[in-house]
């Protein structure tokens, strides 16, 4: 059965780093297209960075230069580095196998001042 597991969200202070950890199971995440998401409260689910397959990765301009998204095959793993946190990046995040549909529980990030 196919499923998604997030983590390493937490409470951190405006321009501070975090590290989300997606690991994938019951399918290769390297075979799909792979996407973060996040929600803050009150707020509908906005899209927030694609990795392809081949390794080309997409940002909604609000994060771009302060978010990276990696890849490690050998683990099943997707990563997103969030450098810069800012108070709007506080919401919950997830990944998603973008062809599947599939979502992770997601995991809490808390941007503080």
């Known amino acids: 059965q196919a499923q998604l597991v997030e983590s390493g969200g937490g409470l951190v202070q405006s321009g501070g780093s975090l590290r989300l950890t997606c690991v994938g199971s019951?399918?290769?995440?390297?075979?799909?297209?792979m996407t973060w998401h996040r929600q803050a409260p009150g707020k509908a689910r906005e899209w927030v960075a694609t990795?392809?397959?081949?390794?080309?990765?997409f940002y909604t301009d609000s994060v771009k230069g302060r978010f990276t998204a990696s890849r490690d095959d050998a683990k099943n793993a997707l990563y997103l580095q969030m450098d810069n946190l800012h108070l709007e990046d506080t919401a919950v995040y997830y990944c998603?196998?973008?062809?599947?549909?599939?979502w992770g529980q997601g995991t809490q990030v808390t941007v503080s001042s």
């Open positions: 998603q196998n973008f062809a599947s549909q599939l």
């Open positions: 019951g399918f290769t995440l390297s075979d799909v297209i």
């Open positions: 990795f392809a397959p081949g390794g080309a990765t």
